[in-house]
């Protein structure tokens, strides 16, 4: 998990609030990335970032929002048009050579109440 | 378009006895693969990745993968499991070509090493 922090570790909503999920790396990594996990399956992509002030959907994109304002923050929000946001909300980072891997921070445990 | 499958959702293996998690892809050109595991409530950990070269790879914790290019798989194993490796496991490939850089990840296979 080292040089990728994702806070807060848990968070708990309320139905029909929008919710901000952050994350930072200090590893000087160009590119971004947002996984969504449920419970027994693998993980699908919300968004992605290659450079600051860019970014493209993923998977799942609907109900979900990002911004990428500096290269080593990428917030996401969860907003309330987004069906079933309970799940397990990973952020990860590489350096954008072609071979070069994805390293995950420790993730956020979202619970809509 | 690029795919994954484990299929094996669990894996069961007494400690000191070899284990392997398969996994097999879809890519339409040439892959890059990577194995990935979780703890609970933790993030993914990188263990290893195939990227050309070597077909056997060599990565973390004593962990090793087979790429296999006839077969489309790519079978994480290791010679002796401990306890300590009961985990969840990910397999992820990514095309080459693939413009963003996304990876594909598998469902998952969770291994339960026993005493």
Known sequence: ?113 | AQSVAQPEDQVNVAEGNPLTVKCTYSVSGNPYLFWYVQYPNRGLQFLLKYITGDNLVKGSYGFEAEFNKSQTSFHLKKPSALVSDSALYFCAVREINNAGNMLTFGGGTRLMVKP
């Open chain 1, 1 to 113: 998990d080292g040089g990728i922090t994702q806070s807060p570790k848990y968070l708990f909503r309320k139905e029909g609030q929008n919710v901000t999920l952050s994350c930072e790396q200090n590893l000087n990594h160009d590119a971004m990335y947002w996984y969504r996990q449920d419970p027994g399956q693998g993980l699908r992509l919300i968004y992605y970032s290659q450079i600051v002030n860019d970014f493209q959907k993923g998977d799942i994109a609907e109900g979900y929002s990002v911004s990428r304002e500096k290269k080593e923050s990428f917030p996401l929000t969860v907003t309330s048009a987004q069906k079933n946001p309970t799940a397990f909300y990973l952020c990860a980072s590489r350096v954008n050579g072609v071979t070069d891997t994805q390293y995950f921070g420790p993730g956020t445990r979202l619970t809509v109440l």
